[in-house]
Each structure stands twice: as C-alpha cells, then as structure tokens.
C-alpha cells in the first residue's frame, strides 16, 4: 500500500498501474480502517494490483475534484480508465472479486 504524498502522485499512478484500487479514508472513520486493513490483505496475494490510499483530511482540493464526498469510497481503474466507483456503504468482498476478474483479464492480455 502506498499513501498519497501528493496530488500529482493519483495522476501518475492511474497512468502508470494496469490496474490500481484507490481508496479515499479518513482516521475517524472506522469503515475506513477496517477496509483499508482488509485490502492490504488481500493485496498480499494480488501483487499485479496496486493499492493507493487517499487520507481525505489531507486532500480536500483533490477529494472535492473526483468527487469524493463521503468515506469510505474506493475507485477501481484498469489500464487508466476508472472502471468502478462504490461509496458508503457497499459489500468489500463483491468489490474485490470484480477486481480480481480485471486482474485475470489483464493478465491473459500479456
């Protein structure tokens, strides 16, 4: 997992990863941590995805401008096309399957 450092770094990454999970999060939200330390797990063992995380608290500009306006929200992109958004409340594990069928797709392209 990577922290954002800066905002340039989200332009980069989407640009440079063939497929990458974003999630915006913050230290008070503890939907957030719990699936911040649920991803970095699963990351584990899906090494071809690479994972950025946004502290909102420290971002708002960029937040504001991908429009990111509640936490818990991660976005999914494939080859820097952003290919799911879930926001809120919604199911990790249905998130990471789509995921991991990007991760399958991409991988027979090579």
């Not at 950025?52 to 999914?76: M, N």
């Amino acid at each position: 997992m990577q922290i954002l450092n800066n905002e340039t770094e989200l332009e980069r990454a989407v640009q440079s990863s063939g497929l990458l999970l974003v999630q915006f999060g913050a230290e008070t939200c503890a939907p957030c941590t719990a699936i911040r330390q649920k991803i970095e797990t699963w990351q584990a063992e899906h090494q071809a995805v690479r994972f950025l995380y946004i502290p909102t608290e420290h971002f708002r500009e960029l937040c504001a401008q991908e429009g990111v306006f509640t936490v818990p929200t991660v976005f999914v992109y494939a080859e820097g096309r952003l290919t799911l958004r879930e926001s809120g409340y919604f199911g990790l594990d249905a998130l990471l399957q789509k995921v991991e069928r990007y991760e399958m797709m991409l991988l027979h392209q090579s």
